[in-house]
């Protein structure tokens, strides 16, 4: 692909540095003779970017673009989903699907930039991966062509290795690698191996960020966290920025053993995969979160919230972020949080979190309601008429079918070959 000048079109690679993405350098010049600009993104995902844009460079690449997004990501992604409740089917904290979009969106701005004519990502042709980046694309951006090389060279590892010999591309290759690892500020994800058998329990070295909660400490840790809005905004008094809130915490929690997530999920595609995360601040965040809206919001709010929450986490999952759906669903959270704001209480001890305390100006808990003690101010007296009118359609309905003609009352679950007169 070439202009009338002879000068080639430009493609934006997502670029980490590894064997896949080096060897995409070179072959996406040869297939499509387009020159490559790498595009490396920070999510907190503790590798240097710089260090990884230098290696593009010298793999290949005519430009190399390294961004530092956590920010971006934490008040943007993490946030959102956080005060949605978004836990893909009650156990993945949703630390990777929510890192696509937004890598995907940058990718778009830099295609702009640089006037490319096309976008590529490293995702297999069984993963989640491939339909964030690619509906985002589409999205945003239709008139870009989509390369995904690992979807269309289906070359194995050791043909992958050859293919960097050959050619002298300078990247080093680790022998060791027992399972494909992604990881960003949110959580840690493996997978492959021993992994890909559920029956086996997850072998110590599959984990990094979570000590065996069997030797984390004998005294239990305590951790006050603060809430404005949904949002979360200090530890212990402290105020600080999304990053380096969910960087303590993982330090915190994962020294006690707390984030370890061992799933069987359903993938998009189809097909059950088995996924082991780590997400030590995303438990306990998410834990916390549930207890100062369990104080500030109704029970219609909080039931009601529960369903969205669902809808939510599968959008993140299914690559649906820019959707208009999902900005109609973003203004109810963002509408719902207005008064989740207080401190929450957790304990951290042998790999669980246990939340011990909770408070909020906005708390819908009324003590002298509540108690059973001196000081007592519910109307007792009023329990006896609402229990009359709460019970009365199913009283009358008792009367006027299940019990006519002194019939008993079967119960629910035990059928017989009875039939209704």
């Not at 919230?305 to 993140?316: G, M, P, R």
């Amino acid at each position: 692909m070439a202009d009338a000048k002879g000068k080639r079109d430009k493609v934006i690679l997502a670029y980490s540095g590894g064997l896949d993405t080096s060897v995409m350098v070179h072959w996406i010049q040869e297939k499509y003779n387009l020159d490559v600009v790498t595009f490396t993104v920070d999510l907190g995902q503790g590798e240097d970017i710089e260090a990884i844009r230098q290696k593009a460079l010298r793999t290949g690449a005519i430009d190399a673009i390294a961004i530092d997004a956590r920010n971006l990501f934490v008040d943007c992604f993490v946030w959102p989903a956080l005060m949605a409740g978004a836990i893909y089917e009650g156990k993945y904290p949703l630390a990777t699907a929510l890192g696509r979009p937004l890598i995907a969106k940058l990718m778009v701005d830099a295609a702009r930039q640089f006037n490319a004519r096309a976008v590529a990502h490293g995702c297999t042709g069984k993963g989640n991966d491939q339909v964030r980046f690619d509906v985002t694309f589409q999205t945003l951006a239709p008139d870009l062509r989509i390369i995904a090389p690992v979807r269309e060279w289906k070359m194995t590892r050791d043909e992958e290795i050859a293919f960097v010999r050959q050619r002298n591309i300078p990247v080093e290759i680790n022998e060791e690698n027992l399972f494909s690892i992604d990881q960003n500020l949110w959580g840690r994800s493996c997978e492959a191996g021993v992994l890909e058998d559920p029956w086996v329990e997850p072998p110590a070295e599959a984990f990094a960020w979570t000590v065996d909660p069997s030797k984390a400490p004998d005294e239990p840790a305590y951790v006050v966290i603060d809430f404005d809005q949904g949002k979360p905004v200090s530890l212990e008094g402290k105020k600080m920025d999304g990053v380096a809130l969910i960087g303590h915490l993982n330090k915190l929690a994962g020294a006690h053993g707390i984030g370890r997530i061992d799933h069987v999920e359903n993938r998009l595609v189809g097909i059950k995969s088995r996924e082991l995360y780590e997400a030590p601040a995303g438990v306990v965040l998410h834990m916390a979160h549930r207890e100062i809206e369990s104080l500030t919001l109704s029970r219609q709010a909080m039931r009601f919230k529960s369903i969205v929450a669902q809808e939510y986490a599968d959008l993140i999952y299914n690559g649906q972020w820019f959707s208009a759906f999902h900005q109609d669903l973003a203004q109810f959270v963002l509408s719902s949080q207005r008064f989740v704001s207080g401190q929450v209480r957790v304990k951290l001890f042998k790999g669980n979190a246990f939340v011990v305390g909770r408070k909020s100006e906005n708390s819908l808990y009324s003590k002298s309601l509540a108690t059973y003690e001196k000081g007592d101010l519910f109307d007792h007296d009023a329990a006896k008429g609402f229990i009359r009118l709460w019970g009365l359609s199913q009283q009358t309905q008792a009367q006027l079918q299940l019990l006519k003609g002194g019939k008993g009352f079967e119960l629910p679950g035990v059928l017989t070959d009875k039939r209704p007169e």
